[in-house]
């Protein structure tokens, strides 16, 4: 994956970089990556394939819980090594195994994230209006529309298991 620049996020992420909401302090980062592997990308896109797959082979798990299912579908795997190639960008130290990992990355409907982040985002708007004349969801939603095409997205939420996540924060989201 390879890092894009892109203008219309380095406000917001100037602005996400210092919010103080009193008890809370938001801490952000908006970045934009091309899903076309690099070097290491390659490397590690293939092992994860390999893992998955040795994975399947070994695996007589007919559990509903089980990733066996999901995993075996080809479009399901490259969304997973996608996901996991991105969180592998964000957290360079920390190891994530696809088979392990699946069972923390749950889909979502863009309009359930949505109504989380709005709340979430509520004070921190407040505190972007005295700084910008533009209002600060409107703001962030066009610049993620001009990136990813939202309507077209898929949205996951990664929730791991607190004992497994070494950067899970009180107040995380």
Known sequence: ???????????????????????RTIKGCLEAYSCKHTGTDKKLSISLETEILDYLGKSSDTDSSSPVEYLSC?????TLI??????????????????????????????????????????????WLAESESPLLE????????????AESEIYSYSPEPEADPFLERGAM
């Open 82 to 127: 996608y996901l996991l190639l991105t969180l592998n960008h964000m957290y360079p130290d920390y190891d994530f195994s696809a088979v392990k990992a699946h069972q923390f990355f749950t889909e979502e409907s863009w309009d359930n994230f949505k109504q989380i982040f709005d709340v979430y985002m509520l004070e921190a708007s407040k505190e």
């Open 1 to 23: 994956m390879k890092y894009l620049e892109y203008t219309p996020l380095d406000q917001i992420n100037d602005f996400l970089s210092h919010v103080n909401l009193g008890e």
């Open 139 to 150: 703001t962030l939603y066009k610049a993620l529309d001009e990136v990813v095409k939202l």
């Open 74 to 78: 080809r479009s399901s795997r490259k």
